[in-house]
């Protein structure tokens, strides 16, 4: 089993829709949880970040960490043709020098 | 990020041959972690290191796989005698202290083809 599970897609949505990402995690020393973009042939770019349970709001995202069920989301709000891209969560303990854990990614694909 | 630099961006290798991807670290950031991503999927980590030392390697294959950031230049993902399954997207991210949440930043990539 995965440490970290995500639906590979692909979402396909019409513009304007609310799309919510999710990635579900079977190792409770995850703290800091974290949402990356991939566009196709680019590297991962941060959109999100938060520390433990709760939410983060920027713009049109907003980021959820449930730990009590080991379960992260990522809701975009009235999404755009320029937000289709690959979605990786991403996740790493609170020890210093620790690599991230990454899921497998969802593709989004927002049609005008 | 831009200030992470790899290159090439593209390599294509025969079987056999060896394979030197490079990476160029943000200015001033003194953590280099290695990741491999597969066509369609996730990033797994490779390698951590920090200036002469390899910190964590534990996502590093055995054999043929070694990785270096001397004092001075790039930090160097080289594979040995490639195969058609080293076929992937090497990514490079850095830092400026090991990565505890949001510091990390990735470059472009480099996709290797062996032929």
Redesign the interface.
Known sequence: QKE?E?D?GPLSVPEGAIVSLNCTYSNSAFQ?F?W?RQYS??????LM?T?SSGNKEDGRFTAQVDKSSKYISLFIRDSQPSDSATY?C?M?K?N??????????TRLMVKP | NAGVMQNPRHLVRRRGQEARLRCSPVKGHSHVYWYRQLPEEGLKFMVYLQKENIIDESGMPKERFSAEFPKEGPSILRIQQVVRGDSAAYFCASSPRPIVGTEAFFGQGTRLTVV
């Open positions: 970290v995500q590979p800091y974290m990356y042939r680019k590297g991962p770019e941060l970040y520390y990786l991403a790493n609170n210093a020098g620790n690599m991230l854990t990454f899921g497998g990614g």
